[in-house]
């Protein structure tokens, strides 16, 4: 993981700002959903996408080690392996 040196207080009702540049980089937009992970004592925010991570194909998606994937990109991975 990799530190922005940014830091950012919680407000009373539990908000948090998330800067500009940040919101830039990794495509977010006002209004776009955000996950929210816990990783032991870590907060992971992700932009949430219910698409496959390859082919966007939200048809028959399941979540593998962090990343949607769908049953057609499963089984193309398969007959690579």
Not at 1 to 30: A, F, Q, Y
Not at 53 to 70: E, L, M, P, Q, S
Request: proline fraction near 2%; aromatic fraction near 6%.
């Amino acid at each position: 993981m990799k530190s922005t040196g940014v830091v950012r207080k919680v407000d009373e009702l539990g908000r948090i700002v998330l800067p500009k540049e940040l919101r830039t980089i990794l495509g977010i937009n006002v209004k776009d959903s955000i996950e929210i992970f816990t990783d032991g004592d870590k907060i992971v925010l992700q932009k949430y996408q219910p698409c496959c991570t390859f082919c966007n194909n939200a048809n028959d998606v399941i979540y593998f080690n962090g990343k949607r994937i769908c049953a057609e990109c499963i089984a193309k991975i398969k007959d690579q392996l």
